[in-house]
C-alpha cells in the first residue's frame, strides 16, 4: 500500500512539473517548484517507510526548510531585484 | 485492534494521494494565476496532514512520529506564509486577476 502512495505522488510530482514547465508568467514557476517540494518532502518521508528505514525524515525536515527558505528568497530577489536591500518603506516612499 | 489502526492508516494514505492528484490537476486546469494558488494550498493542507497521519498511524508511539509531527507543523506554518508572499508579489508584479478583465 505504501507503494500506491508512491506512485500517486510520482503522479502528482509530474502534474506540477507540466505546471512549472508550462507556466506563462514567473509566479506560476514559482507556485509550481514550491508545490514540487512539498510534494517532495512526502516522497522522502513516505520513501523511508516503504524500505523500512525511517532515518529519511531527517532529510525530510532539512528539505522543508530549504524549500521555504528558497521560496522566499526567490520572490524577494525577482520583487526588488536584490536580496540585500529593499524594505518596504523605501519601495513604498517611491510611490 | 491492529487491523482496525492498519485500515485507518490506509484509507488515510489513499485519501492523501487523491486530494495531491486533485491539487496537482487543479495547478494545471485552472485558468489564473491566483486560482492555481488556490489549488496549490490543497496539497500543502490536505494531501500533507492526510498522507503524515497515515504514516503516523503506521509508526506508532516512537521518535518517528514526532518527527512526523513536526514535519507537518512546519508545512502547516510555512505553505500559507509563502502562499501569502505569492500572492503579494504578483500583485506587486504586473499580474491582474481574470476577474479584472472580465468585468470592463
Known sequence: ?95 | MSIIIDLLSWVSLVAGSIFLIIGTIGLIRLPDFFTRLHAASVVDTLGCILIMMGLMLQAGLSLVTVKLILIMIFILLTSPTAAHALAKAALHGEVKPLLHHSGE
Do not use: C, H
Open chain 1, 1 to 95: 500500500m505504501f507503494a500506491v502512495t508512491t506512485i500517486a505522488i510520482l503522479v502528482a510530482m509530474l502534474l506540477a512539473l507540466v505546471r512549472a514547465i508550462l507556466g506563462p508568467t514567473l509566479y506560476d514557476r514559482i507556485l509550481a517548484v514550491n508545490t514540487f517540494g512539498t510534494i517532495t518532502v512526502l516522497f522522502i518521508g513516505i520513501f523511508g517507510f516503504l524500505t523500512e528505514r525511517p532515518e529519511f525524515l531527517d532529510i525530510a525536515l532539512v528539505y522543508a526548510l530549504i524549500n521555504f527558505i528558497v521560496t522566499i528568497a526567490v520572490l524577494k530577489f525577482f520583487e526588488y531585484g536584490d536580496l540585500g536591500r529593499g524594505s518596504f518603506d523605501q519601495q513604498d516612499s517611491e510611490l
